[in-house]
C-alpha cells in the first residue's frame, strides 16, 4: 500500500483501477470529492449523519468529516477494508466519525437503527439494487448521492442492459452522457415513489465512463417530469415534446429514447453558494460553467453537425449556450433546420 495525500486528509491505498485491488483508490476522481466537499459545505447543514457505503480506503468519508464541519457522525463502511479504513481515521485524528468494523449488507441499509441525512453509494456497476434501502432510510431533506460506473447500458451501448437495470431504452447518441444520466436519475426517482418520496437534482458530474448525481429527499410529487426523447436515426433531428414518427429533415424513422428525467439536472440557487466554498479553482470553474447551462433537454456537437453536413466544423460561437457534458457541445431552443442554416451563414466567414 502507498500513502497518500488528498484534500486535508493522509491515507494509505492502493493505485490499483480494479476490483482485484486490496483498498482502492482512483486519483483521478479527485474533483469529484473536491466538487461533493464543496456542495456540503455549501448546503450549510450541521449535526448532520451519513455513511458512505462503499468506501474503499475511506477517502471521501474521511474528507467530508475532516473538512466539512457539518457532521456529527459519518460511518464509512466496507468489509474488505475495515482495517485500513481505521488505521487512516486514526492518522486523521477524526473523532466523530463511527466506524463499520464488520459488513452491514449494502442492500439493506435498514439494518441500522438511526435515519441519515446524507448517504453515499458509489459501487463498481450500477447502483440501482441499493437505492430502495437507502432512499427509505434517508430523511425528508436529506441528500442522496449515486454514482453509476456501468456507462456501457446507460450509453447506449448495452441496450439490453439498460432495459434490464434502468427499465428504459438508451440510444448511442451525440448527448450520450446526458441520456445516461437523465435515465440514472429517472431510476432513482421511480424507487423513491415506491416509498412515498420524490427526489430532486441539484447537482452532478459526468466524466468519462462515471455518471454521479446529488439528489435531495423530498415529500411525493404526482407530477414528476418523465417522459421521452425521439431522435432520428440517420441525422442530428430529435424531438422532445408531443410524439413523431417520421423525422421532419431526413424522412427516416425516429427512434424512442426512454423513459427518462425530463426536469432540471441542478440547482441554480445553490451555484453560487459552491463556488463561494469551492475547494479547488476546478470545482470553482465547474459550477460558474453550469450556472450557465440552459435547462433544455439534449444538445448537439460540432463535430456532429460537420459530419452530417459534410463540411469543416467551426466554433460553437453563435449556434447557442455552452454544456459542461461535451467541449464541442451546445444547446439551442432552435429546431435543426435553423441551426443548419446558421451554420451554413457561420461557415462562410471561416
Request: aromatic residues 10%; contains cysteine.
Amino acid at each position: 500500500m502507498q500513502r497518500f495525500k488528498e484534500g486535508e486528509v493522509t491515507f494509505f491505498a492502493e493505485d490499483n483501477q480494479t476490483k482485484k485491488a486490496g483498498v482502492f483508490f482512483n486519483p483521478s476522481r479527485r474533483f469529484d470529492r473536491d466538487l461533493n466537499v464543496s456542495l456540503i459545505k455549501a448546503l450549510g447543514a450541521k449535526d448532520i449523519v451519513g455513511i458512505d457505503l462503499f468506501a474503499a480506503s475511506g477517502v471521501r468519508g474521511l474528507r467530508l468529516a475532516k473538512e466539512t464541519g457539518a457532521f456529527t457522525s459519518i460511518i464509512i463502511n466496507d468489509i474488505k477494508t475495515s482495517h485500513t479504513i481505521k488505521k487512516n481515521i486514526t492518522l486523521n485524528h477524526i473523532k466523530r466519525t463511527k466506524l463499520i468494523q464488520t459488513c452491514i449488507n449494502a442492500a439493506n441499509v435498514n439494518s441500522l437503527e438511526d435515519g441519515f441525512d446524507y448517504i453515499d453509494i458509489d459501487p463498481f456497476g450500477s447502483p440501482v439494487r441499493f437505492l430502495a434501502s437507502a432512499i427509505q432510510k434517508l430523511r425528508y431533506g436529506g441528500t442522496l448521492a449515486i454514482t453509476a460506473t456501468d456507462s456501457a447500458p446507460l450509453y447506449g451501448r448495452a441496450p439490453k442492459a439498460c432495459i434490464l437495470k434502468y427499465g428504459a431504452v438508451s440510444l448511442k447518441t451525440s448527448y450520450y452522457n446526458e441520456v445516461g444520466l437523465r435515465i440514472l436519475i429517472k431510476r432513482a426517482e421511480e424507487i423513491a415513489n415506491i416509498y412515498g418520496r420524490s427526489l430532486e437534482p441539484i447537482l452532478f458530474d459526468v466524466r468519462r465512463h462515471y455518471l454521479r448525481v446529488y439528489l435531495k429527499v423530498r415529500k411525493p410529487d404526482s407530477s414528476r417530469p418523465i417522459g421521452y426523447i425521439f431522435q432520428c436515426k440517420h441525422c442530428p433531428y430529435r424531438l422532445t415534446e408531443g410524439y413523431g414518427e417520421k423525422c421532419p429533415v431526413c424522412g427516416s424513422n425516429l427512434v424512442r429514447i426512454g423513459p427518462l428525467w425530463m426536469g432540471k439536472l441542478f440547482s441554480n440557487e445553490l451555484m453560487p453558494n459552491i463556488s463561494a466554498f469551492s475547494v479547488s479553482s476546478e470545482v470553482k470553474s465547474y459550477v460558474e460553467n453550469l450556472a450557465n447551462e440552459e435547462h433544455i433537454i439534449s444538445y448537439y456537437t460540432t463535430n456532429e453537425l460537420s459530419s452530417y453536413l459534410k463540411t469543416k466544423e467551426i466554433p460553437i460561437n453563435g449556434l447557442g449556450s455552452r454544456t459542461v457534458f461535451d467541449p464541442k457541445g451546445f444547446r439551442t431552443k432552435k429546431a435543426l433546420n435553423e441551426i443548419i442554416e446558421d451554420w451554413k451563414s457561420l461557415l462562410a466567414r471561416f
